[in-house]
């Protein structure tokens, strides 16, 4: 069964991931989804026993709130998909990861914090958590982005590395499913040389990409996620991919210094994938 996960703390704009995640799994022909709400102990609490009673109570609670989200979220449901809904005390990535094995899902939807509060700074950190660590496809969702037809994806590309990581099936997936054109953007560093031989990367990428209809992109910007996010508005981008080679290649993208900026300006999701050692495609079951 084509299967996506949708997270959710039952926040307004996790609330709004939620929906996008449906209509965007929808256009990839996932037909199951399940929504999942991860009530952790907090740190303080965790010396002190909490009763069965409590957990019960807590798990009712969670199951409320889902079943009122999947109804808020079913008007937008084709008339074959099924929706889901669990609720556990399991920590966010370890439910996340293991309720993705047993289901063989193919993605992940969280939502982006807005402006700050409490429970924008929790979900905040807890997307961050997923991002770094999460081994499967990960959607994060603007508060402000509407779903809309998307037609044209950028891949933002470490250039570097590209042959090596550029996720050709993945993308050719997504392009096919959705009927899109693909961007691929290497940014650099303003005033520094480019560190490899442009052309003949370029030629290497489009023999890599093959049919997929791309064209590539090398610009200069001080910051990457500002060149990324400037690029995708010039070029009315609907969603944005990136390979976490490794969480240090992700920072560099999406460094703690425009987070907010990422979440407060950019109204592009992000489409975070990892490459993994196993010969499986991450995405082959969508």
């Known amino acids: 069964m084509k299967t996506i996960i949708i997270t959710t703390d039952f926040s ?26 991860a009530f952790e102990i907090p740190t303080i609490m965790v010396d002190v026993p909490i009763s069965e009673w409590e957990h ?11 079943e ?42 969280a939502g982006s914090s807005g402006k700050s509060n409490f429970a924008k700074f929790f979900l905040g950190n807890s997307t961050k958590i997923l991002m770094k660590s999460v081994s499967y496809p990960l959607l994060i969702v603007p508060p402000r982005v509407s779903f809309a037809t998307i037609d044209n994806i950028v891949f933002a590309c470490d250039i570097k590395h590209a042959l090596k990581t550029t996720p050709t099936d993945f993308l050719r997936l997504l392009t096919k499913k959705l009927d899109s054109k693909l961007s691929v953007v290497n940014v650099e560093p303003e005033n520094q040389p480019s560190a490899t031989n442009i052309i003949e990367v370029q030629a290497a990428l489009q023999e890599l990409l ?77």
């Open 68 to 109: 009122k989200l999947k109804a808020d979220i079913s008007q937008y449901a084709n008339p074959d998909t099924k929706i889901d809904t669990v609720a556990n005390a399991n920590h966010l990535l370890a439910g996340v990861e293991r309720l993705a094995s047993v289901n063989n899902a193919s993605l992940i939807v």
């Open 12 to 37: 307004d704009f996790a609330n709004h991931a939620a929906q996008y995640g449906l209509r965007f799994g929808q256009s990839l022909g996932a037909s199951r989804f399940i929504l999942y709400h």
């Open 56 to 66: 019960q109570k807590e798990y009712k609670e969670s199951i409320k709130k889902l």
């Open 210 to 286: 093959g049919d997929i209809p791309t064209d590539i992109h090398f610009i200069k910007s001080k910051n990457p996620a500002e060149g990324i996010l400037s690029f995708s508005s010039e070029n009315n981008a609907k969603l944005v991919v990136a390979v976490a080679r490794s969480y240090s290649f992700l920072e560099n993208i999406f460094h703690k210094s425009v987070t907010q900026q990422l979440s407060d300006l950019s109204e592009v999701p992000l489409l975070i994938t990892r490459l993994k050692k196993q010969k499986s495609n991450p995405v082959s079951h969508i």
